[in-house]
């Protein structure tokens, strides 16, 4: 994944981590490289590892503050996870995103997809 952020990374102005709160070596290269990025969480990663007794838990933790930190902006489905999740140390990168939908009425198709160039690259790891 680092390998396509540093690929990628010139035609790219922002990269957006959905569910990668640990990953590391993909934010660090984007950081370095000079992109924006912002982290989108899916799941909390440490009620994760609390529940799951592993030996690389504080490995991933540590891991994870880091991706926080190099985060421009954290993205949250509720306020309510700021707490639940302890994260209030990064109240002023986290964003609040309580809708999950397009508004048809105001983002109309303007040109064909086969028109536009490449917006949104995905890779799964």
């Known amino acids: 994944m680092a390998w396509h952020v540093a690929r990628l990374n010139r035609k790219v102005e922002y990269w957006i981590f959905y569910g990668a709160d640990f990953l590391l070596l993909p934010a660090l290269v984007a950081r370095l490289l000079g992109a924006r990025m ?3 969480l899916a799941g909390n ?3 994760e590892t609390r529940l799951k007794k592993n030996v690389l838990n504080g490995v991933q933790m540590a891991m994870r503050k880091a991706v926080f930190a190099l985060s421009e902006r954290i993205v949250l489905y509720s306020s309510t996870l700021m ?8 109240r002023k990168k986290i964003l609040v995103a309580d809708s999950h939908f397009l508004n048809l009425d105001v983002y109309r198709v303007e040109r064909s997809v086969e028109s536009r160039g490449r917006v949104v690259d995905m890779w799964v790891a």
């Open 45 to 47: 990663l440490e009620n």
């Open 38 to 40: 912002v982290l989108a």
């Open 83 to 90: 707490t639940e999740w302890h994260l209030e140390r990064y």
